[in-house]
């Protein structure tokens, strides 16, 4: 062998350890905590108490009450996730949620994602589910799911998850709207053509006690998604209520057993003893948007109510009489802006639709331009018993409301509005349910 020939494979064996040192290396500096052990930051608690999620010992605790999620301050895209987990109790119920949305989709206390389920082995099983590392698309996303499925769910090919209290190992790959699931080392379920495939991942409260550890993320380059395979950006709302106590609101004597923090629920059953029966804020505010989901929860009966016009007057008869209609009435209730009864946002079922500002429209010395401002465009109440979302939106003295998608009240001015006050639920004796009360000030 020719001298030089054998002095290069000699350095070239040499430096043979000290590259495979360098991509070690790199390939661990790729990985970064997601949680550092020692504090929540990094971490935003969506719409639970603050005794939901804490550290304990190095490990995020988690009570499981109320239902909610604590999701990640950014949103990823293409990324390896892996963490451990454990139940602390059997039959517990919990969940990953990844590409998801900032706050709760309307009506649940779930974020639109896409879940890796973890539930305990006692939980049981049936054909819709295991417990053994689920992957489905929930509230609004979609997901074409790997064999062996049903719908449009995943189900794991092999049982791999260990049973309370004993810790899992969960291995996400999420890559271009497929992801991937490994448990306890081996890739059991996934799915493909997700969406979204960009948004925030979150630890899912639903009733088990669960522990959390070396939770780390390695992000992949990203493929530039269409804007609609984006899930939207967080925008600065916090939560009016934690889901397990009415600690933010002044609760008066006489309506503690009538409103009730009942888990992800706000509920009133309409019937407070109370003086003053409303429930309000303890907080002012002045400008903000704020997300409020409700239903209806009591019985229906016929009714004969005023039907009112599009400009917000009442259609009268040749006589001048009001002219009525008959409705499926199931109450009547609002949101209260600024610590000011007249500047309401109504929840009722007449034919006009939830939306309009009732102190306003009906107060005769009310402009026929602000009356008919005031009026919904168009009636865009769900069913009786479904839920539904208003985002109020005020600033100064001019309001905006939409429901359930559709822009029911479009700047409308409400002359002599306070310029500050609490926000408030209000009281007509009727049962009612609120959820994901959210605000954001501007």
């Avoid at 139940?87 to 990844?98: I, M, P, Q, R, S």
């Avoid at 390695?218 to 600065?236: H, Y």
Wanted: hydrophobic share 35%; glycine share 10%; proline share 7%.
């Amino acid at each position: 062998m020719p001298i030089i020939f054998l002095l290069i494979t000699c350095l070239a064996a040499l430096q043979m350890p000290l590259l495979h040192a360098q991509d070690t290396q790199k390939a661990t500096q790729d990985w970064r905590p997601l949680f550092d052990g020692k504090s929540l930051d990094g971490w935003v608690n969506v719409n639970c108490a603050p005794s939901t999620w804490t550290v304990r010992e190095g490990m995020i605790h988690c009570t499981g009450i109320p239902t909610g999620a604590l999701r990640t301050d950014r949103p990823y895209e293409n990324f390896i996730l892996e963490f451990e987990w454990r139940h602390l109790v059997a039959a517990g119920n919990a969940g990953l949620f990844v590409w998801a949305e900032p706050i709760s989709a309307p009506g649940v206390p779930f974020l639109r994602a896409i879940e890796v389920q973890i539930l305990d082995h006692a939980y049981g099983k049936s054909d819709w589910f295991t417990t053994h590392g689920d992957i489905f698309p929930i509230h609004g996303s979609t997901m074409i799911p790997d064999a062996p499925s049903r719908g449009s769910r995943s189900f794991p090919s092999e049982m791999r998850s260990k049973a309370s209290p004993e810790w899992n190992h969960y291995r996400v790959t999420c890559i271009d709207g497929v992801i991937q699931l490994a448990v306890n080392g081996k890739e059991v379920s996934g799915g493909k053509e997700c969406v979204y495939r960009k948004g925030y991942i979150a630890l899912e409260s639903e009733g088990g006690k669960v522990d959390y550890r070396n939770i780390r993320i390695k992000e992949l380059p990203s493929s530039s998604p269409a804007p609609s395979m984006v899930a939207p950006l967080d925008q600065g709302f916090t939560t009016l209520y934690n889901g397990v106590n009415l600690d933010g609101w002044v609760v008066p004597e006489g309506s503690e057993d009538h409103w009730r923090a009942q888990d992800w629920k706000l509920v009133y059953d309409g019937k407070s003893q109370a003086e003053i029966k409303h429930l309000w804020t303890r907080e002012s505010y002045r400008d903000f948007v704020m997300v409020c989901d409700w239903r209806w929860s009591g019985e229906t009966s016929k009714r004969q109510v005023p039907l009112i016009l599009p400009d917000g007057s009442y259609a009268k008869n040749e006589k001048g009489e009001r002219l009525n209609e008959e409705v499926d009435f199931a109450g009547d209730s609002g949101i209260f802006l600024r610590g000011n009864t007249k500047s309401q946002v109504n929840i009722w079922n007449w034919s006009i639709g939830s939306g309009e500002v009732y102190g306003y429209r009906n107060d005769p010395k009310t402009s026929p331009e602000v009356r008919q401002s005031v009026t919904p465009r168009l009636a865009a109440d769900n069913p009786i018993g479904k839920w539904n979302r208003f985002i109020i939106t005020l600033k100064g003295d001019r309001l905006s409301v939409t429901l359930n998608g559709h822009r029911v009240i479009e700047d409308a001015l409400l002359p002599g509005i306070p310029p500050e006050g609490p926000i408030g639920l209000q009281h007509h004796g009727d049962p009612i349910e609120f959820a994901s009360l959210y605000i954001k000030e501007l």
